[in-house]
């Protein structure tokens, strides 16, 4: 809350800063307030850290309100869940479970492509921004990704 306030004071002073809007929507993010922090990393896309927020934000929506329990049921009973491969996935990365989470949403694109409108894809692409280039299982999933594309 006082990096929010202190990113708050210097938009005051320039609406349009750069890097106040990143800070801020990275701030807000990590309080809840996921609209205003997509809007403030909206502001800001060139800053780096705008766009991780963006990702976050992908991948928190895509888990909102998801019953795991009833997600891991659906699979238990039907593999080929493509729904509960993408929910359980979007809320494993949401929460930090990140092999789990991409082994569904890689499934998901393995399965169908097309499906969420390439979520599967758009989620896994989120969760490596996340995690940046220096991550060791960025090179993993990024190839296996790359394998079920091409």
């Known amino acids: 809350e006082g990096a929010q306030r202190r ?14 809007n990143a800070g801020l929507a990275a701030a807000l993010v990590e309080l809840g307030d996921i609209e205003g922090a997509e809007e403030h990393a ?3 896309l060139s800053e ?10 992908s ?7 998801v019953d795991r329990d009833a997600m891991e049921a659906r699979l238990a009973t039907n593999d080929g869940d493509l729904e509960a491969h993408y929910q359980l996935g979007s809320l494993m990365l949401a929460a930090g479970e990140l092999e ?17 409108a390439d979520g599967g894809r758009l989620r896994v692409l989120d969760g490596l921004e996340l995690l940046g280039d ?15 594309l091409f």
């Not at 789990?100 to 969420?116: I, Q, S, Y």
């Not at 220096?134 to 999933?141: K, N, Q």
Request: aromatic residues 6%.
């Open 7 to 20: 990113f708050e004071t210097a938009l005051g002073f320039d609406p349009r800063h750069v890097v106040a």
């Open 100 to 116: 789990p989470g991409f082994d569904h949403l890689l499934e998901v694109v393995m399965l169908d492509r097309k499906f969420a």
């Open 48 to 57: 780096p850290r705008s766009r991780k927020v963006l990702a976050r934000v």
């Open 59 to 65: 991948i928190l929506k895509a888990a909102l309100g």
């Open 42 to 44: 909206a502001a800001s």
């Open 134 to 148: 220096e991550h060791p299982l960025s090179e993993e999933v990024l190839g296996r990704l790359t394998n079920l």
